[in-house]
């Protein structure tokens, strides 16, 4: 599968964006997606996840209550929808796919990615 994540941008502190991580040469449906943020000089990280088929999702802390991660499979598209932006959430946010039926938050078990896409927040 490959996968294509945009949507990013710039955007005012308290602001909204929504991500699209586009699947092609595969179903989506067949895997859990995960989006994960890397900050300059910091370590990539989990934000997000939704399962296979359940679509249970779960949120790393520092997200949780401000961004929705969903899922149409009929448009073999995750989405990542985020509410009340921080300049904290400055980062490149990448969508990646696993077999992994429930979804992780271990990026070492993500067997896909995308290219990325920026997003900035100012304040």
């Known amino acids: 599968v490959q996968l294509q994540a945009y949507g990013g941008g710039s955007v005012q502190a308290g602001g909204s964006l929504r991500l699209f991580c586009k699947a092609s040469?595969?179903?989506?449906?067949?895997?859990?997606v995960g989006w994960f943020r890397q900050a300059p000089g910091k370590e990539r990280e989990f934000v997000a996840a939704?399962?296979?088929?359940?679509?249970?999702?779960s949120y790393a802390a520092s997200v949780k209550g401000r961004f929705t991660i969903s899922r149409d499979n009929a448009k073999n598209t995750v989405y990542l929808q985020m509410n009340s932006l921080k300049p904290e959430d400055t980062a490149v946010y990448y969508c990646?796919?696993?077999?992994?039926?429930?979804?992780?938050?271990?990026?070492?078990?993500?067997?896909?990615w995308g290219q990325g896409t920026e997003v900035t927040v100012s304040s």
């Open positions: 990646a796919a696993t077999t992994v039926v429930t979804g992780t938050g271990n990026l070492y078990q993500y067997d896909y």
């Open positions: 040469g595969s179903t989506i449906s067949s895997y859990a």
């Open positions: 939704i399962a296979k088929s359940t679509s249970s999702t």
